[in-house]
């Protein structure tokens, strides 16, 4: 075995405990610094494969903006993990028929994987990077799925911010059209002084 398999079966180890470790974990700080140990070793499994762009992407954008953001949001929260865990059964049913659904469509996808015939054909003939290789795919073949993957992040959002947001009664807010349609005498009140009176 070469070294760079020993790295492979050492990568993927680390890999597969940290992901389970994030499920099991009691302490939501814990679960996120196994998830950052894992996007690690997933970026080195990138690394050995040759796509060091997908590494450098995983790396910068997970690890330094998504699970660094997890773990400020995690520490930042005063979240009541007590009251949190009465609640569990309650919603466990859900999260079994969840699991199960899960499980069923990875089976699915698992069993009737095949590779195309001539997929991991090299391209000869001209020198391509990683970052090439992957706008070519993402822009030609895979172009309504990029599309729609954009599209279901998009909807994502929105629903995070429709349902975290909440109205308060005692927060001012700005009202554009009432701005807009201030006039100078609702604004300016121009009071004559005698000279030496003040104002009362």
């Keep these: 075995m070469t070294i760079a398999g020993y790295f492979f079966y050492l990568f993927s180890i680390v890999l597969i405990s940290s992901g389970a470790m994030v499920i099991s ?3 939501p700080v814990h679960s996120v610094l196994f998830l950052i140990l894992a996007f690690l070793n997933a970026a080195g499994l990138f690394v050995l494969l040759g796509a060091e762009f997908l590494a450098m992407i995983l790396v910068i954008v997970y690890v330094g903006a998504v699970a660094v953001l997890f773990l ?3 520490m930042t929260l005063d979240i009541d ?3 949190l865990r009465k609640g569990m059964s309650r919603y466990l049913p859900i999260g079994i028929l969840v699991g199960l659904v899960l499980v069923t469509e990875l089976i699915l996808v698992v069993g009737g994987f095949s590779v195309a015939p001539g997929a991991f054909r090299p391209v000869t003939g001209e020198h391509v990077t990683n970052t090439e290789a992957i706008g070519r795919v993402l822009y030609t073949d895979y172009l309504y799925f990029f599309q729609l993957s954009g599209l279901v992040l998009l909807v994502a959002m929105i629903g995070a911010i429709v349902l975290t947001l909440r109205h308060r009664s005692d927060s001012k807010r700005q ?5 807009v349609g ?3 005498e609702d604004a300016i009140e121009v009071v004559k002084v005698e000279t ?3 104002i009362s």
């Design 182 to 184: 201030r006039r100078r």
């Design 81 to 83: 993990f007590v009251q």
């Design 25 to 27: 974990a009691r302490n």
């Design 175 to 179: 009202t554009i059209a009432r701005q």
């Design 72 to 74: 400020f949001v995690v």
């Design 196 to 198: 030496g009176k003040g």
